[in-house]
């Protein structure tokens, strides 16, 4: 069956740094492109980032454009996401999933906390 594993979240000082990890099973990785979301407590959960199959093509949202980096190793079934100068309204829970568009497969999420 599909699964999805974000791993690589934690708490973090404002400027600081993380990489998160996807780590994809039971599909074949390298035919789909791929996204990062994120969300926090009473608000819609908000599309990060997106990768298409091989890596060429990548998107990000004006609030994180600049500072994370989306990337992926076919070779390894794994998506990261690379965050730099974090903020404290970066602060949510992240979450992979399987599409562009459409997102029909996701991860259980990781937390991102970032806080002086």
């Known amino acids: 069956q599909v699964q999805l594993v974000e791993s690589g979240g934690g708490l973090v000082q404002p400027g600081g740094s993380l990489r998160l990890s996807c780590t994809a099973s039971?599909?074949?990785?390298?035919?789909?492109?791929m996204t990062w979301h994120r969300q926090t407590p009473g608000k819609e959960r908000e599309l990060v980032a997106a990768?298409?199959?091989?890596?060429?093509?990548?998107n990000y949202a004006d609030s994180v454009k600049g500072r994370f980096t989306i990337s992926r190793d076919n070779a390894k079934n794994t998506m990261y996401l690379q965050l730099n100068s974090l903020k404290p309204e970066d602060t949510a829970v992240y979450y992979c999933a399987r599409g562009w568009h459409v997102f029909d497969y996701w991860g259980q999420g990781t937390q991102v906390t970032v806080s002086s």
């Open positions: 990768i298409s199959t091989g890596g060429a093509s990548t």
């Open positions: 039971g599909f074949t990785f390298n035919n789909y492109p």
